[in-house]
């Protein structure tokens, strides 16, 4: 019999409520405790919306990544150019602008890292969202090219997933030492980068 959720309305205030916990706590370390603390919902308000935790969980990647995707689409609205585009990634990683993402950091490193070997629904969604990224990274690179904005003879592809590398391993530096100013001098390199493709 499949699960049917009590009220989307709950489902959605659960999701919003608890989506910083599970980004902060991790999905394993998250407890039942914690989404009705969060929540203030008893078992059976959360249950009766989702079949068991890894169901919120899941859900609750899926709400974090649309967040982050609303905020690096809102600052490229703004870019005029491909090059700006690229850039818009620069700025919204910064340390300075941390406060716009959902607390406890990028959820996918976050995500990627945990369930990397234990909790594969949840790969397979980071697998996707990185995928997805590194796509629209590319789009913006071959669009440059077609333009004259970047040199036509950068690999799309490499160059997108060295940016992407660059940013989650500064975010991943950054985090773990406590160090914010890490992840700002590699985002000075992704800045290099990015300048060292463009064409005058």
């Known amino acids: 019999m499949k699960f049917t959720p009590r009220s989307e309305e709950t489902r959605q205030f659960i999701i919003e409520s608890t989506a910083a916990v599970f980004n902060t706590k991790g999905y394993a370390g998250t407890s039942l405790s914690d989404l009705t603390e969060a929540t203030q919902?008893?078992?059976?308000?959360?249950?009766?919306?989702?079949?068991n935790k890894e169901e919120v969980a899941l859900a609750v990647f899926d709400?974090?990544?649309a967040h982050r995707d609303k905020i690096i689409a809102k600052a490229q609205q703004k870019s005029v150019t491909n090059k700006d585009k690229l850039l818009a990634y620069v700025a919204i990683f910064g340390s300075e602008?941390?406060?716009?993402?959902?607390?406890?950091?990028?959820?996918l490193l976050?995500?990627?890292?945990?369930?990397d070997d234990t909790f594969e629904p949840l790969r397979k969604k980071v697998n996707?969202?990185?995928?997805?990224?590194?796509?629209?990274i590319e789009s913006i690179l071959q669009?440059?090219?077609?333009?004259?904005?970047?040199?036509?003879?950068?690999?799309?592809?490499k160059t997108a997933l060295s940016i992407m590398a660059l940013i989650e391993g500064g975010i991943l530096l950054s985090k773990t030492t406590n160090k914010p100013a890490y992840l700002n001098t590699v985002l000075d390199s992704v800045k290099d980068m990015i300048d060292a493709i463009s064409r005058e």
């Open 97 to 107: 602008h941390s406060g716009d993402f959902i607390k406890g950091g990028c959820p």
């Open 41 to 51: 919902l008893t078992k059976g308000s959360i249950y009766g919306n989702f079949e």
């Open 63 to 65: 709400y974090t990544i």
């Open 143 to 157: 669009a440059g090219i077609a333009a004259k904005e970047f040199n036509k003879n950068i690999l799309p592809e």
């Open 110 to 115: 976050n995500a990627g890292t945990e369930a």
């Open 128 to 136: 996707k969202a990185i995928i997805d990224w590194k796509k629209e």
